[in-house]
Structures are given as C-alpha cells and as structure tokens.
C-alpha cells in the first residue's frame, strides 16, 4: 500500500471527510483491521483564504508548495490537494515534489464521462465556477461545463464560506442549492458536480433531479485505486 499525502485544511471540515473516506474504502477493499497509510498537511485556512481573496494565487501556491514538500518528506508517495479551488495551483504544487499529484478535476472528468455524461452542471467557490482553471480540465476531457447565473453563483459561494466551511448547515440553503441545480438542470445538464468538498455535507443525490458526482469521494476513490 502506498502513503497518501493529504494537503487538507481548506476548511477542516471536508478534510475530516477524506480522512474518513480513506480509511473507509481501504477496509471495504482489503478488509480486517485495514486502514489507509497516509500523511495530512493541514493548513491554517484563515491565510489561504486572504491569499485568495487578495487574488495573491503565486503566495498561496508556494504555502502549499511547502507543505507538499513536508508531505513528502514524511513519506507520502502520492499527492492530493483536498478542494477544488487550490487546484488553481496545483502546477505549482505538482513542481515542489517528486510524487504524482492526483488532480481532482482529472478523477471527476472520468467519473462524469463514465456515467455516461457529457454536459454538466458545476457547484463550487466563485472562483472555480468564473475561472477558467477548473472548467478548462474538465473541458479538455470532453465535457460541456454550465455554470449558475450571477446569483446562483452568489449563493452557492457564501454558503460554502460562510456556513458550510464553519461547520453549519442549513435547510434553507439546502433549498436554495435544490434550487440552483434545478436552474442547471432546465439549462441542460445531464448531471451535476459537486466541485467544492464542503458541498457534500448539504447535498446528495436526493437533493437532485439528475445524478450529482461529489469530488470528496470521487477523489478518495481514485486514491485509493491508485495506493493499493
């Protein structure tokens, strides 16, 4: 089995999420007492998110660069960035270290192909639904990315820092989001991607009319395949 190194923090709380998901798929594959070998870097986010607020993206990639560094120093023989936003960076992560970086929207895009999907809502930061740097990967498999209106993408973005990314959940906002993706849905799409970590602690797959892919466990997944 080989160590997973986790850069994780941003926020907590989907951290937590992989963790639990590792260790999970492990013993679902391996059985016994077996757990997931891994390493977590877990930052402070209260400094990533006023890198990204301030578009201070080269300062936030070279914070996380180090921590790859430590990562694998510790032993990790794989890399995963634990959000979708910070994959803005992940070339400058992948360069500070000797280990392949499992991108996240690689192991989504495959996901969402292997399901059969071809045009696909996508839920995330502001800055993953109006940058290019994620709509861009998953367009380069093939797939036709819709993104919400001015104030879906509002809503979507303060619930993820404001509510989700401190732990709260709220009903109303699991409405709005219904919401949002029945508004995608109408636009198109086939299916939606739950492309911040956090999403999934207020949406599932009963929440929408069209299958959702959530990144967290897609993610792990392809850990997982690729550590054992």
């Keep these: 089995m080989k160590t997973i190194g986790l850069l994780g923090g941003m926020s907590w709380?989907?951290?937590?999420?992989?963790?639990?998901?590792?260790?999970?798929?492990?013993?679902?594959?391996?059985?016994?007492?077996?757990?997931?070998?891994c390493v977590l870097y877990s930052v402070d986010f209260a400094e990533v998110e006023r890198l990204q607020a301030a578009g201070e993206w080269a300062a936030a990639g070279e914070l996380l660069a180090g921590a790859a560094?430590?990562?694998?120093?510790a032993g990790a023989?794989?890399?995963?960035?634990?959000?979708?936003?910070?994959?803005?960076?992940a070339e400058q992560v992948a360069g500070a270290v000797d280990i392949p970086l499992l991108h996240l929207g690689d192991a989504t895009a495959?996901?969402?192909?292997?399901?059969?999907?071809?045009?696909v809502g996508l839920l995330g930061t502001a800055f993953t639904m109006e940058q290019d740097f994620?709509?861009?990967?998953?367009?380069?498999?093939?797939?036709?990315?819709?993104?919400?209106?001015?104030?879906?993408?509002e809503l979507v973005h303060r619930v993820i820092y404001q509510e989700l990314c401190v732990?709260?959940?709220?009903?109303?906002?699991?409405?709005g989001y219904r919401e949002v993706i029945a508004d995608?849905?109408?636009?198109?799409?086939?299916?939606?991607?739950?492309?911040c970590t956090e999403i999934e602690l207020l949406i599932g797959a009963a929440d929408s009319p069209v299958p959702?892919?959530?990144?967290?466990?897609?993610?792990?997944?392809?850990?997982?395949?690729?550590?054992?």
Excluded: Q
């Design 13 to 37: 709380e989907s951290t937590a999420a992989y963790y639990r998901l590792l260790n999970e798929l492990v013993r679902e594959r391996l059985g016994g007492l077996h757990s997931a070998k």
């Design 110 to 119: 495959e996901a969402v192909l292997a399901a059969g999907v071809r045009r």
């Design 167 to 175: 732990g709260v959940v709220r009903e109303e906002s699991r409405a």
């Design 212 to 228: 959702v892919f959530p990144t967290t466990r897609i993610h792990a997944e392809a850990a997982v395949t690729a550590a054992l």
């Design 184 to 195: 995608l849905v109408a636009a198109g799409a086939e299916g939606v991607i739950l492309g």
């Design 134 to 153: 994620y709509r861009e990967r998953l367009a380069s498999h093939g797939l036709e990315v819709i993104v919400p209106d001015a104030r879906g993408r």
């Design 77 to 89: 023989e794989l890399l995963l960035i634990c959000t979708n936003t910070m994959h803005k960076v």
């Design 69 to 73: 560094r430590d990562v694998r120093a």
